[in-house]
């Protein structure tokens, strides 16, 4: 079986600084994985996706993140926070099993102080 | 651009009612979901269609069914609305996986309904 695990709830970060949003994942088989983001009173929408080609994926706004397999990681990053970056954002694993069954982590929400 | 539309941004139904969400989708989309949304439970899959007529259960079908007579068109319905029916619901829809092109393609999401049910 297949689940997500987002190892914060909540993170804040100063405009202009980094940001780092935590994700495990455990899978039987490699993984797709993705970010989504929802702004307040909106729907998700898809940040970046890994597909087992390079490990490194870039996404929108200035978004990336790193697949680590030994560490069965994908933690999302951005090297400078701008107010536009709160929302929450879910982490989400595509069984190989299962086309159509993905599993969301719990979310973390992304609070940007001035 | 993909457009999912809910019919309705916010709902209030009394226990005991039969309640429809409606969604739909302009742009072609064999897929279609409904997911519900708790806060620090994520998004779980209620239902989802892979194409016109077909629907298969999720991982909380209980309580809920669904609609999808035509390809545009997912509706979702609370058949007798329970107050731990209260929760956002999102719906969305993604291409079909039939070919190598299509494999991982993006999920996309209505605004969500926001259902209170007293």
């Keep these: ?114 | 651009d993909v457009k999912v539309t809910q019919s309705s941004r916010y709902l209030v139904k009394r226990t005991g009612e039969k309640v429809f969400l409606e969604c739909v989708q302009d742009m072609d989309h064999e897929n279609m979901f409904w997911y519900r949304q708790d806060p620090g439970l994520g998004l779980r899959l209620i239902y989802f269609s892979y194409d016109v007529k077909m629907k298969e259960k999720g991982d909380i079908p209980e309580g809920y069914s669904v609609s999808r007579e035509k390809k545009e068109r997912f509706s979702l319905i609370l058949e007798s609305a329970s107050t731990n029916q209260t929760s956002m619901y999102l719906c969305a829809s993604r291409v079909g996986q039939g070919t190598p092109s299509s494999y991982n393609s993006p999920l996309h999401f209505g605004n969500g309904t926001r259902l209170t049910v007293t």
């Design chain 1, 1 to 114: 079986a297949q689940s997500v695990t987002q190892l914060d709830s909540h993170v804040s970060v100063s405009e202009g600084t980094p940001v780092l949003l935590r994700c495990n994942y455990s899978s039987s088989y490699s993984p797709s994985l993705f970010w989504y983001v929802q702004h307040p009173n909106k729907g998700l929408q898809l940040l970046l996706k890994y597909t087992s080609a390079a490990t490194l994926v870039k996404g929108i706004n200035g978004f990336e993140a790193e697949f680590k397999k030994s560490e069965t990681s994908f933690h999302l990053t951005k090297p400078s926070a701008h107010m536009s970056d709160a929302a929450e954002y879910f982490c989400v694993v595509r069984p190989y099993s299962n086309d159509y069954k993905l599993s969301f982590g719990a979310g973390t929400t992304v609070t940007v102080r001035a």
